[in-house]
């Protein structure tokens, strides 16, 4: 019945596959294996990865048998959504719409296949600027909840990304919550994602968080995706932003502060374009915003 | 290396094997399994040829371990027949002419299966949606988004598979070449 697979049919090289049951276990085997080990969440991330053989492991420590990681809880002012909440799941949840930009950025991440397995701590974790949670989680001031041998931490989404594929995890930590604040009122949210076609990583991308109050921008959040080898934000932006009543003629001149940001070039896009692209995304991610704020979409 | 013992319910069939940790669920369902309607065509998890449903989700199976799929529920391509009957899909391809080379389908297949059972009357959005995941290089994708909106239809209860032989559609054409 079974005939053995030798060869050009495997992919990946050869690793050692654990599957714990609990967090602790999870902890244990990164602390005792050591750098060659990695952890699997969807694995929409790392398997394509290890296809290429662009890393190559000793060791998989899949979470995918851990209960309890995928729960998403509201909270006292904030929802906690488990780091294996999958992409999908979490796009047709009650944050994706309360937090409208969580719901813009699920549908835009990859396909709906790769959705079903991909999950919001992967996207985190991996350190990928191309990703799209990171700049969402930093708009957010999102708190990402790690557990490792010392017990659990609470790490500022502004301190998370470190520099390219490197993000705050020490490497014998999981990464098992990320708390999203609810929002106060006179808030909206947006995320817009230019890409070349449905499933592609952003040429670039910007998430805005807008609070208004009388009428006029009392705080704004804007960050962007692709840009750098870490998600950034746009102090100019913003400020510019502040204490204007947001109209699209206002909206537009505040972008051009963008000028502060100094994108990479990438397989994409080169910095003119991102430029360009950044400021076009942003008009629009915070128009939108604004809208929602007005229309008391979330709440 | 490491060998793992998975048992995984397959098509409605409890089926074991000892497989190494890093064998891709697409081979194993195609080279242990020995079955090869699902298809692997790309190296980057783009096209979606290998489209299976895992307990119930589509997902790509070129990128998921065997062993991850212990203890699961996998269906392909070859489940959807039930004694020698089509499911509405397979007929909505043939009605509706939705594959040419036919290297897609079985991931379009499997990829709109999951929306046919939640959704009774998908609109073209929605259906190009559950199949933004995966490409085809043949058709243009109007007469899979066709095929798919017929098997909707015929799971209604609207619509029923024409005999192939009476199909009227794709009788050959009188043409002064004589085809």
């Known amino acids: 019945m079974s005939q053995w697979v030798t060869g050009a049919d495997m992919y990946p090289a050869a690793f050692t596959y654990h599957a714990p049951e609990s967090v602790g276990e999870a902890v244990e085997l990164l602390s005792q294996l050591g750098p060659g080990a990695k952890l699997l969440a969807g694995g929409a ?3 394509p990865l290890m296809k290429l053989r662009l890393v190559e492991l000793t060791d998989v420590v899949d979470l995918g048998r851990i209960k309890g990681l995928d729960a998403i809880e509201p909270g006292d002012g904030h929802v906690r959504i488990g780091a294996m909440v999958r992409q999908a799941d979490l796009l047709r949840s009650p944050v994706a719409r309360s937090l409208a930009l969580l719901g813009d950025a699920c549908s835009v991440i990859a396909d709906p296949s790769v959705r079903n397995v991909g999950t919001i701590g992967g996207n985190l974790s991996h350190g990928d600027p191309a990703n799209d949670h990171p700049a969402i989680m930093l708009a957010l001031d999102a708190r990402l909840h790690a557990r490792g041998p010392a017990g659990e931490r609470t790490i500022a989404a502004a301190d998370f990304n470190v520099d390219l594929l490197q993000v705050a995890l020490e490497p014998d930590e999981v990464l098992v919550g990320i708390e999203v604040p609810t929002p106060t009122a006179g808030q909206g949210t947006a995320y817009v994602k230019f890409e070349r076609q449905v499933g592609d990583f952003a040429l670039a991308a910007a998430a805005a968080v807008i609070t208004l109050d009388g009428g006029r921008v009392s705080r704004a959040r804007v960050t962007f995706t692709n840009l750098a080898p870490t998600p950034v934000r746009s102090p100019a932006i913003e400020a510019a932003l502040l204490g204007c009543e947001p109209d699209a003629a206002s909206i537009a001149e505040a972008t051009h502060a963008l000028v502060e940001i100094d994108p990479w070039s990438d397989l994409r896009a080169t910095a003119d374009v991102k430029r360009a692209m950044a400021r076009a995304a942003a008009e629009r991610a915070i128009r939108l915003a604004v809208e929602r704020a007005r229309g008391g979409v979330e709440s | 290396m490491s060998e793992h013992s998975i048992s995984v319910r397959v098509n409605g069939v409890a089926r074991a094997a000892t497989v190494e940790s890093r064998l891709l669920l697409v081979h194993f369902l195609r080279e242990v399994l020995g079955l090869t309607g699902t298809h692997v065509g790309c190296d980057t998890t783009s096209c979606g040829a290998c ?20 203890g699961h529920e996998v269906r392909t391509i070859e489940g959807l027949e039930t004694d020698d009957v089509l499911h509405p899909l397979q007929e909505g391809f043939r009605e509706q002419h939705g594959l040419q ?8 297949i499997m990829a709109a299966l999951p929306l046919l059972e939640a959704n009774a009357d998908p609109d073209e959005a929605t259906v190009r949606t559950a199949i933004s995941g995966n490409l085809c290089r043949c058709t243009g994708y109007a007469q899979i988004v066709n095929s798919i909106r017929w098997a909707a239809a015929a799971m209604r209860g609207e619509v029923a598979a024409t005999d192939a032989d009476a199909d009227p559609v794709w009788q050959p054409l009188a043409g002064p070449l004589g085809y």
């Open chain 1, 45 to 47: 991330s790392l398997i």
């Open chain 2, 51 to 70: 489209t299976v449903n895992l307990d119930g989700r589509a997902v790509k199976s070129c990128t998921m371990f065997a062993v991850q799929t212990d």
């Open chain 2, 101 to 108: 080379c036919g290297y897609c389908t079985p991931g379009m």
